[in-house]
């Protein structure tokens, strides 16, 4: 480079900037948001009477503390929702591109392939970063108008101050982020085989479906600590008191090879691939 | 233009090897290939700056004032802010070229470049096309109109499945060895006769007269005059080279099953 390199000319910024000013991305963002709406109104309309046990985790406790909307609409949308965001940003990184024919002037303008791989890449788990944080916020604003804010008693039996809840919802957020890390890679890789987005898109929404699928089966427990959902919903670790992040690191672990196995596929696919389209 | 591998032989773009050398020869070429694409949910001016953003030479500094050199250079500055989805077919042709004008280039391939466009959107992109060359740009550009090729082109080769056929200027792969005669008037049989005096052998077709002529065996004065002498009224005389339609179809023959 012969220039100073300034973030607002990079190719990554001109990527987050046409990925935030899709309506598509809004509209799936404001979807995400629904989510702990949708759940802190059936709460309160049912009024508190929902027994212990009933329902998601952590829903009887809403009515107590708005500080659960958050946690609940997180573990309701990590099965099938936000997977299925993912899946439609991230089968759209390369097959999009592909099938409006811009991929073939990005790759004369000229710019490097493996560079590309690399911008969309981060471009997905921006996106991640966005839904889970949209819920989450959302999620702490709608319950906190809707019902009472406290200390949070914890799983462990141990009650937090609201700023210490805060903290550890925040890192419930990266953790489901990181979570979703190795779809998005999944997803890049799957979007570089096709020029038909939507394809890409379902194709990626299948596997982290099958996933669970296998993941619910007792007979192939052998496999299950390698399944990409397999730490999924473990973000409890996070919810006692000391706080655990075993499980954080089992499955920045697991993200990380899933993102190095894909990632090499997307790149080898992806380097030597005629853009034809 | 580093897009697809090659499947034998050698390329050489601009001195460089390609795809070994392409990011050396790509910040020279500018392009237009397979008609234009862009981000239809962005406007044209946010398509260019994407496109610049992604070229790893651009310097990010000088971009706006490009993107606005580009714009102006193609007649799109009053469209630059309207989303290229309500552009017509003839603005993103254009916005097409901007693209590839982003930066000072040596040559600019251009496929097809009128294709799909309205009579006065041909005319724009050639009168374009003819600015750019006046200005040192070499142009190369794929097409199958020929009648275009004809008018903006100074040098040209022909590709039958793959293979270069003909190649040369424009005023080289036009001279033709055989004329094409053609004749209008009431008395065919007369004017057949006339002709085959002067050693041409002519079809008649309704009050059309058909023949070929070797170029140089006779000065087309000297047909009329010989069949004037001869009490044939004449509507109509040609005495042509065939058109570029002709020579190519000459070259890669006929019909719709030419490419099997």
Same mark, same amino acid.
């Not at chain 1, 959302?138 to 906190?144: D, H, L, Q």
């Not at chain 1, 779809?183 to 890409?200: E, H, R, Y």
């Not at chain 2, 309207?82 to 600019?108: C, E, F, T, W």
């Not at chain 2, 004329?179 to 008395?187: F, G, K, S, W, Y």
């Given at each position: ?5 300034? @973030? ?43 027994? /212990? ?25 990590? /099965? ?67 019902? /009472? ?92 008191? /000391? @706080? ?34 | ?118 009579? =006065? ?45 003909? =190649? ?6 036009? =001279? ?15 004017? !057949? ?32 005059? !010989?069949? +004037? ?19 190519? +179809? ?7 099953? +030419?490419?099997?």
């Amino acid at each position: 480079m012969l220039h100073a390199k300034s @973030m607002r000319g990079s190719l990554m910024y001109s990527e987050l900037s046409v990925l935030f000013r899709r309506r598509r991305t809004w509209a799936m963002l404001f979807t995400v948001a629904l989510i702990p709406i949708c759940l802190a109104f059936a709460v309160l309309a049912s009024g508190s009477t929902i027994p /212990p046990g009933e329902g998601p985790p952590f829903l009887d406790r809403v009515s107590q503390n708005g500080l659960f909307v958050g946690f609940t609409a997180m573990i309701m949308a990590i /099965p099938l929702f936000l997977p299925l965001t993912i899946g439609v940003v991230a089968g759209d990184t390369i097959a999009g591109e592909a099938n409006t024919g811009t991929l073939r002037y990005l790759l004369i303008a000229p710019v490097n392939r493996a560079r590309l791989l690399v911008v969309k890449f981060l471009g997905a788990a921006a996106f991640c970063l966005a839904a889970t944080f949209t819920l989450m916020i959302t999620g702490i604003i709608i319950g906190a108008i809707l019902f /009472p804010v406290g200390p949070v008693t914890l799983l462990s039996g141990d009650v937090v101050s609201i700023p210490a809840a805060l903290l550890r919802i925040f890192l419930v957020a990266i953790y489901v982020t990181i979570s979703l890390l190795g779809l998005s890679a999944i997803g890049l890789f799957i979007s570089t085989l096709t020029v038909i987005p939507v394809g890409a898109m379902a194709a990626t929404v299948v596997v982290s479906t099958v996933t669970q699928i296998l993941g619910a089966l007792p007979q192939i427990a052998v496999i299950h600590p390698y399944l990409i959902s397999y730490y999924w919903l473990g973000f409890a670790d996070i919810l006692r008191n /000391p @706080m655990d992040l075993g499980s954080m690191i089992s499955n920045t672990l697991l993200q990380l090879a899933y993102i190095a196995i894909f990632g090499a596929l997307a790149y080898s696919r992806f380097t030597t691939k005629d853009v034809l389209s | 233009m580093g897009l697809a591998n090659i499947s034998s032989g050698d390329v050489l773009l601009l001195g460089y090897s390609v795809p070994a050398e392409i990011g050396k020869a790509l910040p020279k070429v500018g392009a237009l290939v397979e008609g234009p694409a862009f981000y239809p949910y962005l406007s044209g001016r946010d398509n260019l700056i994407r496109f610049d953003s992604a070229d790893r030479y651009a310097d990010p500094a000088t971009r706006a004032a490009r993107v606005d050199a580009a714009l102006a250079k193609v007649g799109l500055t009053q469209a630059e802010d309207k989303k290229v989805h309500a552009y017509s077919l003839g603005m993103k042709q254009r916005l097409g070229i901007a693209n590839a004008l982003l930066q000072p280039r040596d040559l600019l391939v251009l496929d097809e470049p009128t294709n799909g466009l309205d009579p =006065q959107g041909t005319r724009e992109v050639r009168n374009l096309i003819r600015l750019l060359a006046s200005e040192g740009i070499t142009i190369f550009i794929s097409s199958h109109l020929l009648v275009e090729i004809e008018q903006i082109c100074t040098h040209l080769a022909v590709m039958s499945q793959g293979k270069i056929v003909a =190649q040369g200027s424009v005023e080289e792969l036009s =001279q033709a060895e055989i004329l094409n005669l053609q004749l209008e008037t009431a008395q065919t049989d007369l004017a !057949v006769q006339g002709l085959k005096s002067l050693g041409i052998a002519a079809t008649a077709d309704g009050e059309k007269i058909f023949a070929t002529v070797p170029a140089g065996q006779i000065e087309p004065e000297r047909i009329v005059a !010989v069949l +004037v002498e001869l009490g044939v009224g004449i509507k109509a005389f040609s005495l042509a080279a065939p058109t570029l339609e002709e020579r190519f +179809v000459g070259l890669t023959g006929e019909g719709f099953d +030419v490419a099997r």
